[in-house]
């Protein structure tokens, strides 16, 4: 079984960063794309950003949304297992609980949450001065 385990959130300032990871352990990293989603109370997950299995497609990242464009940035260390979101210039409307998730084998990125078989328990961010 695949897990995956957030770690990283916290209270931030406006304009501050923060970098979260995602540590993935059950199977190699590498035949899995991840994505990052965020959810807001009351309002459905949004996916974010996506890192695509290395395996099946090309590697590539995924930006689902303008609004974390030259702001937040996904990587992956397959070595390690771990997948980073590099969040930076970090506005109110940021906060949110950050979930990563992984879809089936060898599937890659898409951006509805209904694809994603895995999912972590999520890590909470909060932008606020």
């Known amino acids: 079984q695949l897990r995956l385990v957030e770690s990283g959130g916290g209270l931030v300032q406006p304009g501050g960063s923060l970098r979260l990871s995602c540590a993935v352990s059950?199977?190699?990293?590498?035949?899995?794309?991840i994505s990052w989603f965020r959810q807001v109370p009351g309002k459905d997950r949004e996916g974010r950003l996506c890192?695509?299995?290395?395996?099946?497609?090309?590697?590539?990242?995924?930006d689902y949304t303008d609004s974390v464009k030259g702001r937040f940035t996904t990587w992956r260390d397959n070595t390690n297992n771990t997948v980073y979101l590099q969040m930076n210039n970090l506005k109110p409307e940021d906060t949110a609980v950050y979930h990563c998730?992984?879809?089936?084998?060898?599937?890659?990125?898409?951006?509805?949450?209904?694809?994603?078989?895995?999912w972590g328990q999520g890590t909470q961010v909060t932008v606020s001065s």
């Open positions: 998730a992984a879809p089936e084998l060898f599937r890659k990125c898409e951006r509805d949450p209904r694809f994603y078989d895995f």
């Open positions: 059950g199977y190699s990293l590498e035949y899995f794309s």
């Open positions: 890192t695509s299995t290395t395996v099946s497609s090309s590697g590539n990242t995924m």
